[in-house]
């Protein structure tokens, strides 16, 4: 029977490891850290956190984020601006493109469902 998995303490989690880009560097790359918890069939569940940068973002997967700390702007190829701040909760859309600038360092919790 499955279980439940927990993350205790996402906020205050200080044993990220340092992970490969989640898009491509819009200018010096920002350091990015990740520490999952969950992996089951095609979704993964975690803590993940970067540093000020931007990022292109080409999404093929679905993610849920909640932001725990910082402040994110988010404009799509559409040209859409949306901000998210601790607290907020959203989902990319799989297919969504656009930048992902981190204006203070961000740290989230995220459910990805990847293709397939």
Not at 20 to 29: C, K, M, N, Q, T
Not at 61 to 87: D, I, P, Y
Request: charged fraction near 25%.
């Amino acid at each position: 029977m499955p279980e439940i998995s927990v993350q205790h303490g996402c906020a205050s989690l200080t044993d990220l490891v340092k992970v490969d880009s989640f898009g491509d560097p819009i200018g010096e790359l920002p350091l990015q850290t990740d520490k999952g918890f969950f992996e089951q069939g095609n979704m993964v569940a975690g803590t993940w956190e970067c540093e000020v940068g931007a990022l292109k973002l080409d999404l093929d997967v679905t993610e849920f984020c909640h932001l725990l700390e910082g402040h994110w702007k988010l404009t799509s190829e559409s040209g859409q601006v949306t901000e998210v701040k601790a607290g907020d909760s959203w989902v990319f859309p799989k297919g969504w493109k656009g930048t992902a600038e981190v204006l203070q360092k961000v740290r989230k919790v995220y459910l990805m469902i990847m293709p397939g």
